[in-house]
């Protein structure tokens, strides 16, 4: 009996150590790699499209002379709210980070002034709010005082495919605009910035 037993413990230490040996050999390898590396591993969209995309669009708002003919006209920067940038792909594309990347540059570029987007405004308007109330009456921030937009920023991304058994290209247009909230005039309407990728299948048997 206890010979049995031993024998059975041995066999369960062995399988143990062999699934143990399994899952160390099946284990990921990760390496860390510069962010400005460019990885296609699927041919989708990723980083490198955003990059590349959000620095061509963002270059040419920053330097089109209607923001500058703006400011002369009226004394001041224009007042820019974000508004959507649409995914029309046949993807999965999270747009706001293009949307955000805009934002960021043209803040730090002093050419425009933002205002809080649509979400965020709700939750500033909460806590300005609740100031009301629990603040003292020498630091709560008045209500009313909101500057309004002249102009929003909006967006999308749209794709074009065309495939065969073991060949495909995917075409990504990107385009973005500014629109007078109060006329809907555009102020700037970024060309459509095209990334194409031709994406081959390898043969399995």
């Not at 065969?164 to 700037?188: F, G, Q, S």
Request: charged share 25%; proline share 1%; glycine share 4%.
């Amino acid at each position: 009996m206890k010979k049995n037993l031993v024998l059975l413990l041995s066999a369960c230490a062995a399988c143990f150590l062999g699934a143990s040996c399994a899952t160390t050999s099946s284990s990921s390898n990760v390496k860390r790699i510069s962010a400005e590396t460019n990885v296609d591993l699927s041919g989708y969209w990723n980083d490198t499209d955003v990059r590349i995309v959000a620095e061509t669009l963002i270059n040419e708002c920053m330097n089109a002379s209607a923001i500058s003919s703006f400011k002369a006209a009226n004394g001041k920067p224009p007042v820019v709210i974000l508004g959507t940038f649409a995914n029309k792909s046949d993807e999965h594309i999270d747009t706001s980070i293009i949307a955000k990347k805009f934002e960021i540059a043209l803040i730090n570029s002093g050419k425009v002034d933002f205002v809080a987007s649509a979400t965020e405004r709700s939750e500033v308007r909460e806590e300005r709010a609740d100031q009301q109330i629990n603040a003292s009456e020498e630091t709560a921030k008045h209500v009313g005082n909101e500057l309004g937009a002249d102009f929003m920023l909006i967006g999308s991304v749209k794709t074009i495919v065309d495939m065969t058994e073991k060949k495909m290209t995917r075409t990504y247009y990107v385009t973005a605009e500014m629109i007078n909230i109060e006329n809907n005039k555009k102020l700037w309407a970024g060309e459509d910035h095209s990334i194409k990728k031709y994406i081959t299948k390898s043969s399995t048997r």
